[in-house]
């Protein structure tokens, strides 16, 4: 934890410029004393050492005061409710967003993804205030200020958008991660609240040179506060800078000229810059840290994909006509589609030994036939549990020499992770208080009413969750030595959520590198509580969001504030879901799909199979019929590229790698469209955050119906995304190749057997 965010007592005086008020607030650090700001909300000390000789907000530096004794007795008393001394600075700075749970579990972004930060700022009476962001970093050092924007003048709201660091690519095999990595951890964002005296000034100003009120002392006043500004220290002003502010002063002041002149000469557009860029900030107050966890790549901005590798490289043997299983030698293939179709993490199920008693049969059968090969998920044999490669599969040195072909194509290998196990398991013999037992001594197996998983036992935490817990993390160690970068946690919402803290703190403290992804499609409640321990992304409930209404509100949830917290990855189907839509909709609904998830989060995966439209479901089931959970699937790939899903899921990965705008949480905008069956929204970075420094604008628009062509309109306000009102924007359809002229007021048409969507990309003017 920085140790600027400890608290410390406070005592002693500081006087700063432009309040000339003594105010009892130096703390000790080390053995310096320094003032911890003229506050909005107290503040804790920056990092001793950093910032230990740093100036005060108001541009002095700070010295205690041999007048303190004095003053002392004058300090305005803390409130009889309150148990931590928090006292208010000149302007109030209050709500700083986003938050949650009193911020005791920082929010959390991508190294490079854009943070927005909103606060309510105010001060007494009719003055103005203006604010100030600034981005430290996990040394304490200042890498960003920005000036904030009043976004809601009634309710005092102002906002402001930083980056923590810069995008990168860097995987953590790569000699590049090292500088990587000494950015991730905690950020901090304190805002500055400040009084602003030019802008009030000219605001009075103008009318009263209007009205011919007072306007001697009204220009005298204002040339004060123009030399002020070129003197002042804060303001961090150049020689050039100077020289314009010093001559309006004196051009404000000499009475031989003109009074509308005069007032002019402090009414230019370069004065008007520097009030942008580098402001006479009075009464300068100071928040307090609001930390941000920054993580790796990956993190947020992740393409995932799924395959099963004993399916890989399988195949009919002609004369036994039984299946051949693959292998990690053959599952090679996987990974070189994988790779083909530009994505950058392939996930596998569980690769362990795969029980006997209870072995599932095709399609959840109760009784298995002698060839098949079980449920992966009924972990555990004679052969060994958690920490053995199935013998099918190769040994962990093939496993080992797989994970170096992912490497060798940039590609992270994931490994499912669930925390179960078949009756075979050794644990059941070595550990039986780690699970449940029946009233009849017998071990209970997994069961959500009425589904019964015979072929599993679950753990249970009551006896031994300490116990459990270092198992779990020596088992974790062992994959992540073999080359593992990431875990899928399978039903994490099945165990104590106090279970993974203490396992994902552990594992994450020693690899800060490592990811998790939750498999919880569960309660809202569960699911923010489980990325509040360390789940970076999470599975969630879009497969099931088809209607527009339905895809807007989740769209918007998505990347909402709560994208801070909690990362939704978009997957249109898993080996456990398989919706009626894409039983419905054939290949456009599969495009679809493809397109809402690519486009709609950060974050997306596909199963593999995607790509051959598999959409037969199992009846009764939202899952597929002959389920690869309990199969070895043969796959005649030469088909793909005729159906052209494959060559979909390319293009949109490509469009996300070369769009920023793809890549953050935070920048979604659903659009007003008239059709029921189109849905549209933007993504929007600017320039201020992108490598070419050039505005990064998608417009997204699809037809979510796969049978019939829907027109429509599609309404935006161009200045909503940076643009001038009325400009035309010169848009490309990154899927057709073809151009169009938009205004903001727009019509589309898109019929499912020639486009279902379009991704335009405004070009620059």
């Known amino acids: 934890?920085?140790?600027?965010?400890?608290?410390?007592?406070?005592?002693?005086?500081?006087?700063?410029?432009?309040?000339?008020?003594?105010?009892?607030?130096?703390?000790?650090?080390?053995d310096k004393r320094s003032f911890a700001s003229y506050n909005g909300c107290m503040t804790a000390p920056h990092?001793?050492?950093?910032?230990?000789?740093?100036?005060?907000?108001?541009?002095?530096?700070t010295r205690s005061s041999s007048r303190a004794k004095k003053t002392k007795a004058h300090a305005p008393k803390a409130s009889a409710h309150s148990t931590v001394d928090v006292r208010f600075g000149r302007v109030v700075i209050l709500d700083i967003t986003p938050s949650q749970e009193g911020d005791a579990f920082p929010a959390r972004v991508e190294i490079g993804e854009t943070i927005t930060v909103s606060a309510q700022l105010f001060i007494e009476g009719r003055m103005k205030v203006g604010a100030t962001a600034v981005l430290r970093n996990p040394q304490g050092r200042v890498v960003q200020r920005r000036a904030m924007s009043c976004v809601n003048a009634g309710l005092d709201r102002w906002?402001?958008?930083?980056?923590?660091?810069?995008?990168?690519?860097?995987?953590?095999?790569?000699?590049?991660?090292?500088?990587?990595?000494r950015q991730l951890g905690l950020w901090s964002v304190t805002i500055e609240g400040w009084e602003d005296r030019y802008a009030l000034w000219l605001h009075d100003a103008a009318i009263k040179v209007q009205v011919n009120d007072d306007v001697a002392n009204a220009l005298d006043e204002g040339a004060s506060i123009l030399t002020r500004w070129a003197e002042d220290a804060d303001a961090g002003l150049g020689a050039r800078a100077k020289k314009v502010l010093l001559k309006a002063a004196r051009d404000i002041a000499d009475p031989s000229v003109d009074i509308a002149k005069r007032f002019a000469a402090a009414d230019s557009p370069e004065i008007h810059r520097l009030h942008d860029s580098n402001p006479?900030?009075?009464?300068?107050?100071?928040?307090?840290?609001?930390?941000?966890?920054?993580?790796?790549?990956k993190s947020s901005f992740a393409s995932w994909y799924q395959f099963f590798p004993r399916s890989e490289g399988a195949y009919l043997d002609p004369r036994s006509h039984q299946i051949v299983q693959g292998n990690f030698l053959s599952a090679a293939a996987?990974?070189?589609?994988?790779?083909?179709?530009?994505?950058?993490?392939?996930?596998?199920p569980p690769i362990f030994p795969i029980g006997r008693s209870n072995r599932k049969g095709r399609n959840n059968a109760l009784i298995a036939g002698p060839t098949d090969p079980g449920s992966p998920f009924g972990i555990g044999s004679a052969l060994g549990g958690h920490d053995t490669v199935d013998p099918k599969l190769g040994t962990m040195d093939d496993f080992r020499s797989f994970v170096g072909s992912a490497h060798a194509l940039g590609l992270e290998i994931a490994l499912d992770f669930a925390l179960q196990c078949s009756p075979d398991h050794p644990w059941v013999k070595q550990h039986p208080d780690w699970f449940r037992h029946k009233a009849d001594g017998s071990i209970a197996f997994a069961e959500n009413p009425p589904k019964k998983y015979q072929d599993i036992y679950p753990i249970d935490f009551d006896k031994d969750m300490a116990g459990i817990e270092r198992e779990v993390i020596r088992i974790l160690e062992l994959w992540i030595d073999a080359g593992v970068t990431i875990f899928r946690i399978d039903n994490?919402?099945?165990?104590?959520?106090?279970?993974?803290?203490?396992?994902?703190?552990?594992?994450?403290?020693?690899?800060?590198?490592?990811?998790?992804?939750?498999?919880?499609?569960?309660?809202?409640?569960?699911?923010?509580?489980?990325?509040?321990?360390?789940?970076?992304?999470?599975?969630?409930?879009?497969?099931?969001?088809?209607?527009?209404?339905?895809?807007?509100?989740?769209?918007?949830?998505?990347?909402?504030?709560?994208?801070?917290?909690?990362?939704?990855?978009?997957?249109?189907?898993?080996?456990?879901?398989?919706?009626?839509?894409?039983?419905?909709?054939?290949?456009?609904?599969?495009?679809?799909?493809?397109?809402?998830?690519?486009?709609?989060?950060?974050?997306?995966?596909?199963?593999?199979?995607?790509?051959?439209?598999?959409?037969?479901?199992?009846?009764?089931?939202?899952e597929q019929i002959d389920n690869e959970k309990y199969e070895i699937k043969l796959r005649d790939w030469s088909s793909a590229d005729r159906l052209g899903i494959s060559v979909l899921l390319t293009t949109l990965n490509d469009i996300r790698r070369r769009h920023p705008s793809c890549q953050g949480y935070h920048n979604l905008t659903v659009l007003r469209t008239d059709d029921p069956s189109i849905i549209a929204f933007a993504r929007h970075t600017p320039a201020d955050f992108t490598e070419n420094g050039r505005d990064d604008t998608l417009f997204v628009v699809v037809n979510l119906d796969g049978h019939n062509a829907h027109s429509s309109g599609v309404h935006f306000d161009p200045a909503d995304f940076g643009f001038d009102p009325g400009q035309s924007l010169d848009v490309h359809d990154e899927l057709s190749g073809r151009d169009f002229s938009w205004t903001g007021d727009d019509y589309v048409s898109l019929a499912p057997w020639a486009d279902v969507a379009h991704v335009l990309t405004v070009r620059p003017s």
């Open 1 to 30: 934890m920085f140790e600027f965010l400890r608290p410390t007592r406070l005592s002693g005086v500081v006087e700063l410029r432009g309040s000339y008020k003594k105010w009892t607030s130096s703390q000790r650090v080390g």
């Open 47 to 61: 990092r001793s050492g950093a910032h230990a000789a740093e100036p005060d907000s108001s541009g002095t530096s």
């Open 159 to 181: 906002s402001v958008r930083l980056q923590a660091g810069k995008h990168s690519d860097a995987l953590p095999w790569d000699k590049a991660f090292a500088a990587v990595k």
């Open 280 to 297: 006479l900030r009075d009464h300068i107050s100071e928040s307090q840290a609001k930390v941000f966890r920054v993580q790796r790549p």
């Open 334 to 348: 996987g990974l070189e589609r994988a790779r083909k179709e530009g994505f950058d993490i392939v996930y596998l």
């Open 492 to 622: 994490p919402h099945t165990k104590p959520v106090r279970f993974w803290q203490d396992v994902i703190s552990t594992i994450t403290a020693r690899h800060p590198e490592i990811l998790f992804l939750a498999e919880a499609f569960t309660r809202p409640g569960m699911m923010l509580a489980l990325s509040y321990v360390g789940f970076t992304q999470s599975h969630c409930y879009f497969p099931w969001r088809n209607t527009k209404e339905e895809l807007q509100e989740y769209l918007e949830l998505t990347n909402s504030d709560m994208g801070y917290y909690q990362h939704n990855s978009f997957w249109p189907t898993t080996p456990d879901i398989l919706t009626d839509y894409l039983r419905d909709n054939g290949i456009a609904g599969h495009a679809v799909r493809a397109v809402l998830a690519a486009l709609g989060s950060p974050s997306w995966g596909i199963y593999s199979g995607y790509e051959l439209i598999e959409n037969r479901q199992r009846p009764g089931f939202e």
